[in-house]
């Protein structure tokens, strides 16, 4: 992966603000950031919720197109290739383009083939993950693979598991394409990869390195695909702990919005802060 000029870690320290005040303590200014020229936001929990748009969502998508600045919608979500995501927003009345839309099984295929070209893996996912893997060039095997690759799917098999641990006693190394412990759905949670990557670790004794976020590198991936720079772009998100920390660790202004998961009360109990908080990305539109 090249080297983004700007999409670099900061110092430990509280993130920069914005210009724009809010009622909360860290709404208000302590020193300008440049203006915002790319957008990157969330998914699930701020365009689009249990299956339905989020108020305010589709008007924010339009202004965004029209705007003609850069922007990614991100999702730690592997299992959908950006065309079914397209089409399933689409339905929803958001009209994002497929070139729009940044998954961890995107971010998991390029570093993998920045890091081992034309390697193999052994894949336990679906098409969001395979499509990605194949599109750089790897081969798909269970035979001695460089990587296993662990992504989200609907149906965990106990026999693929069991080849995963074995291939990983014997040297392939663990990968999994984010973090999450359990994934919404209407009938309540679910476990997802994080928590399948914990039972993995628990019978093998190695930790996978995770790609998605909170990880940085899902950022800069992102901030790269699109050409934009940390300090002149803005991170939207739902949870305190994935995209709010990522985008914060990235150097990007942070918006946390208040129609997911994290609310005003849990986001004063983390060690750090978003740059602001709004009830909604209806609230942002009009900055678009």
């Not at 020193?31 to 020229?37: A, E, Y």
């Not at 039972?199 to 976020?213: D, H, L, N, R, W």
């Amino acid at each position: 992966m090249g080297h983004l000029p700007g999409a670099v870690l900061r110092a430990p320290g509280p993130p920069a603000l914005s210009r724009t005040t809010s009622d909360t303590p860290w709404g208000r200014h302590m020193h300008d950031r440049k203006p915002v020229q790319s957008w990157l936001t969330d998914m699930d929990g701020v365009l689009v919720h249990e299956g339905q748009p989020v108020p305010g969502a589709p008007e924010f998508v339009k202004r965004l197109r029209a705007s003609g600045k850069p922007f990614l919608v991100l999702t730690n979500n592997s299992i959908y290739t950006p065309r079914d995501l397209q089409a399933r927003l689409a339905r929803m009345g958001l009209d994002v383009p497929e070139e729009a839309i940044w998954s961890s099984a995107l971010a998991t295929a390029q570093f993998l083939a920045d890091q081992r070209p034309g390697g193999t893996a052994y894949v336990i996912g679906e098409a969001g993950l395979t499509t990605a893997l194949h599109a750089v060039g790897y081969v798909l095997s269970d035979f001695a693979p460089d990587y296993v690759v662990l992504g989200e799917t609907r149906t965990y098999s106990f026999e693929a598991i069991t080849k995963a641990i074995r291939l990983i006693n014997d040297g392939a190394r663990f990968i999994c394409t984010n973090p999450d412990a359990t994934g919404p759905s209407v009938e309540g949670a679910l476990p997802a990869a994080g928590s399948v990557a914990a039972m993995i670790s628990k019978a093998t004794g190695v930790e996978p390195y995770f790609v998605g976020k909170p990880n940085p590198m899902m950022m800069r991936s992102a901030l790269n695909t699109i050409d934009a720079h940390s300090e002149s772009t803005a991170m939207i998100g739902d949870r305190m702990d994935t995209d709010i920390l990522c985008g914060l660790e990235a150097g990007l202004e942070t918006i946390l919005v208040l129609t997911g998961i994290s609310s005003r009360v849990e986001a004063e109990r983390y060690p750090y802060r978003p740059s602001r908080i709004v009830d909604s990305v209806a609230d942002l539109i009009d900055e678009v």
